[in-house]
């Protein structure tokens, strides 16, 4: 296990270096100003200042690679030829593929692919590992519930998923993720498939309730996000606990079940609960202070009660945090895995949402824990080493969100004294060399388990508690 830099290094040699990053710093450029131009005759020229605003924000973002440079050029070019000719879904379709090419998950358009701007079908799906499958849906398409999808427009979700590959930015997993936010969108799938009709779908599904196999459905539904500046996680549609802003009045496959601890309270940034005297549950959902108490203060409560009760075994769910602000959780990361009682272990709960401050969490709890800590299910959003702590900003005309990259995190090997220029500074102080961040026990999720209201995760960690405890 690699010792973290800020030990490594002499405190001479450290404060020589703090200098050296506080200067370079000092030159890196300010974020880009909101763009000021004439306002826009038409279409045509509305298009193309956003093009030129999206030329900057992308210039400015350090994560694209030298020869994605070009690319992006050839991109952004080809969108200003066909400028005015575009629709929404098209000209944001465009834009989220100029963005992506950067490869990062930090650097993409905060649009449809996040759950924004376009009407989508009143069904939301969700990936397991044997398909993709209804897990919302309006009343009228109660029958749909637990379906698993065959074919949309007569593709398959594989191919579909093949199709939107281009437009989110990131690893394989994270693109995923965000598919489904894309899938019940018909106005994108027509920007990329001319074929595929731009206000409705046609699909067709196995194991359903419907009189039909195959149907045509509208997208009579607003945007997945109730939120024009909010960003839709698809995890939140795994709990069947209803949406506070829920405008379809949409039924869930698992209501009338017992719901599974992880999806009961999927609207709480952070909470724990106590299951059997040796063993405590915490997850969180959001790393940021939303709830009456600060999340710095739960934390340091939670490792108190670990520390003072001798609690033997800790689960830490990240499985559907998206991340935040890590500082929150430094003293957390650092403190609980010591906290644990002796001969007692730490279960870090991950999978495809665990993103950005939550993949730094798990990191650094598996840093701090060694052989203590296992994570434990899918892999996760990001690899350890990424590209984020940019901005936001807003195309003046289309007023598409976009996310931009300027500072690299190495969470796996750690950032060297070479990577000063470009390396989030906060790592210098708090940063790990954690090693490879893939689940150390592999527990993919299933629709039948799923739907039979398990949680297959936490049945294994049970399990591996109980055969250390005999």
């Known amino acids: ?44 020229e509305a298009q193309r200042q956003d093009l030129v605003y999206l030329g900057t924000i992308a210039a400015f973002d350090r994560s694209f690679p030298d020869e994605q440079r070009n690319a992006l050029s050839n991109d952004l070019a080809e969108l200003k030829g066909r400028a005015g000719q575009m629709n929404d879904a098209e000209f944001e379709v465009g834009v989220a593929h100029a963005l992506a090419l950067a490869g990062n998950g930090h650097t993409n358009a905060q649009g449809v692919a996040f759950g924004r701007n376009l009407p989508t079908l009143p069904l939301r799906f969700a990936w397991f590992a044997d398909g993709l499958f209804v897990v919302r849906a309006a009343p009228a398409l109660s029958c749909a519930l637990g379906a698993r999808i065959v074919s949309m427009n007569s593709r398959s979700p594989e191919d579909l998923l093949h199709m939107l590959r281009p437009l989110i930015g990131g690893t394989d997993q994270f693109a995923k993720l965000l598919s489904v ?67 379809n ?56 009660a670990v520390e003072s009760e001798r609690i033997r075994y800790v689960v830490v769910d990240l499985r559907a945090s998206p991340g935040g602000n890590s500082n929150l959780l430094f003293s957390f990361s650092r403190r609980l895995p010591q906290a644990v009682a002796t001969g007692g272990k730490l279960f870090v709960l991950i999978g495809p949402n665990t993103f950005s401050a939550a993949i730094i969490t798990a990191a650094r709890l598996k840093y701090y824990g060694g052989a203590r ?98």
């Open 1 to 44: 296990m690699q010792t973290p830099l800020k030990v490594v290094l002499p405190l001479g040699l450290l404060s020589a270096a703090l200098g050296v990053l506080f200067f370079v710093r000092a030159l890196a450029p300010e974020p880009p100003p909101p763009m000021i131009a004439p306002i826009a005759r038409n279409r045509a």
């Open 249 to 304: 009045g949409f039924q869930h496959a698992l209501d009338g079940q017992s719901t599974p601890l992880y999806l009961r309270r999927p609207d709480d940034s952070y909470w724990s609960a106590r299951l059997g005297t040796d063993l405590l549950y915490v997850q969180l959902r959001r790393i940021r202070n939303t709830g009456p108490v600060s999340l710095p203060e739960f934390a340091r409560s939670t490792v108190d």
């Open 373 to 470: 800590t296992l994570l434990i299910g899918e892999d996760m959003a990001d690899s350890g080493r990424f590209w984020s702590d940019g901005g936001r900003a807003t195309l003046p005309n289309s007023h598409i969100a976009i996310s931009y990259a300027r500072y690299l995190q190495d969470w796996s090997n750690g950032c060297s004294l070479a990577e000063l220029r470009v390396c989030y500074w906060v790592e210098y102080f708090h940063g790990v060399a954690a090693g490879d961040l893939s689940p150390a026990i592999q527990v993919p999720e299933t629709s039948a388990g799923y739907f039979a209201g398990h949680d297959t995760v936490m049945e294994k960690v049970q399990k591996l508690i109980a055969s250390d405890a005999s």
């Open 181 to 247: 936010n894309l899938l019940v969108a018909p106005a994108a799938l027509h920007a990329l498939d001319a074929s595929s009709p731009p206000d409705n779908a046609r699909i067709s599904l196995a194991q359903s309730r419907c009189a039909q196999s195959e149907f045509n459905v509208d997208a009579s539904a607003g945007p997945s996000s109730s939120s024009t500046d909010e960003n839709r996680w698809p995890t939140r549609d795994l709990s069947p606990v209803r949406e506070p802003q829920d405008r």
